[in-house]
């Protein structure tokens, strides 16, 4: 019997080659499940999120999005408003669900949203006229709203600084002050279409952008389920990170800014009522307390825990409406919400 000798460099070699053919074969099948599933994706009725601006309570959508992440439902398209569109913008753009909480987190977030205080901003207000008396009248508002164009842009990987160039078809919604109506941006830079989104009146400037002058679309579509519908979704999931409209006694309006507090509260669930009627599923975190633009990492960790809370409880009816309207929910779907990072 001949025994044939290897030499160690010979054998070195035959050794990397049989680790680049599993590797080609790997590929090939990847490659091969991938297609797969984006012809899945192509053909089954489309799943959207419409997710509410609440400034930091829309923390609770990033708790929202993890559940369901983990439960495999599909997420096709998202339309968001102020803070739901930062959030569904970042998501959109390849972010995983732990980045973004860590941006609520850490707060550089809510920093970039308000670059000073907001009582320095407020006792620096008459300043704000001097401009006036050269002749230069810029729009009102405290803040400008640019730096957080940039924190936003350069969050995201450079393909994915236009909405137009997400993999996840994504819609932030604005209200044009020159015409009054409610648009859903498709198309432009991702961090000034969330800048105009998440401008706040008089809080923050309008931002100028190709056929208006858009603010917070929260003034008139607070929850944008029509806009989400828009997208072609045959299911729509909406988050409402609205505080709860309770009834509430008198004396709790003594305090200090309680009345502007409630109307406020009132405006955004009146202005709401028509975009809950038209959703399949709205998920209602507890938000109740936490404020506006509460800075306190307390209230950004409380405002996650209570939008997981909530999801799971809706699991239940989200894969029902899922199943009636022809999309299974199996662990393969969670291979077809996108892989951040990969985007």
Known sequence: MTIFK???????LLLTLVVWAQAIC????????????????????????????????????VGVLRVLEQEGIPIDCIAGTSMGAVVGGLYAAGLPVGAIEEKFIK?????????????????????????????????????????????LNTSVPESSKNIEDLKLPFAAV?????????????????????????AVPLLRRPVAL??????????????????????????VIAVDVDERFDVVPESAFHAIGAVGHRVLTLHL??????????????????VNGIGLISTRQSDTRAAIAAGEDAARLCIPLIKE???????????????????HGEL
């Not at 044009?176 to 941006?185: E, R």
């Not at 198309?187 to 989104?197: D, F, M, V």
């Open 321 to 339: 409406k899922l199943k009636n309207a022809g999309v299974m929910v199996t662990r393969a779907d969670a291979a077809l919400i996108p892989k």
């Open 269 to 286: 669930s009146k202005v709401d009522e028509a975009q809950i009627a038209a959703a399949d599923v709205v998920i209602h975190p507890n």
């Open 107 to 151: 707060g550089s977030l809510l920093r970039a949203f308000l670059t000073v205080p907001l009582k320095v901003r407020i006792a620096a207000m008459p300043l704000f006229a001097i401009p006036h008396a050269f002749g230069h009248h810029p729009h009102d508002g405290l803040y400008k709203g640019n730096k957080f164009a940039t924190y």
């Open 6 to 12: 290897i030499s160690r460099p010979w054998l070195a």
């Open 210 to 235: 190709p056929g208006g002058l858009f603010v917070d679309g929260g003034v008139l579509a607070n929850l944008p389920v029509k806009e989400a519908r828009a997208m072609g979704a045959s299911v």
């Open 26 to 61: 790997a590929c090939e099948r990847v490659s091969a499940s991938d297609q797969e599933e984006a012809k899945v994706a192509s053909t089954r009725p489309r799943v959207a999120l419409a997710l509410g601006g609440g400034g930091t309570r829309g923390a609770a959508h």
């Open 174 to 198: 604005a209200l044009n002050l020159l015409d009054g109506k409610v648009y859903a941006l498709r198309k432009g830079n991702l961090g000034r279409c969330l800048q105009a989104s998440s």
